[in-house]
């Protein structure tokens, strides 16, 4: 596996967690499109900004061969970076349309 194997299945694993947010929760819905757009850049931003820490593909992979420990918390973050960025995009959403 490479670092961007690793990548790509962060932002769809990314775009899991927004759909699947959506099916569970009716309320953050915005369409099959929107929960992907909003799943994509939760879990990117996410990856950014806490693989910093110690689980980001490059790091994953430092040693040549997967360490799926590391691999294990990338996908969890993505999956919840998915779901709140599609929380988050839905807020917004709601600020902006609500009538003054």
Known sequence: ?????IAILSIFIGIL???LLS??????AMGFTGNTIAGIFG???FIKTFGRLG???IT???SGEVNYI????NIMVSLIGGAIGLMLTKLIVNKLNKKR
Do not use: E, R, W
């Open 23 to 28: 099916v569970l929760k009716k309320k953050y």
């Open 55 to 57: 689980f980001d593909p």
């Open 60 to 62: 994953i992979m430092k």
């Open 70 to 73: 590391l691999f294990a918390v």
């Open 1 to 5: 596996m490479t670092d961007t194997l």
């Open 43 to 45: 879990s990117i931003f």
């Open 17 to 19: 967690g927004a759909n």
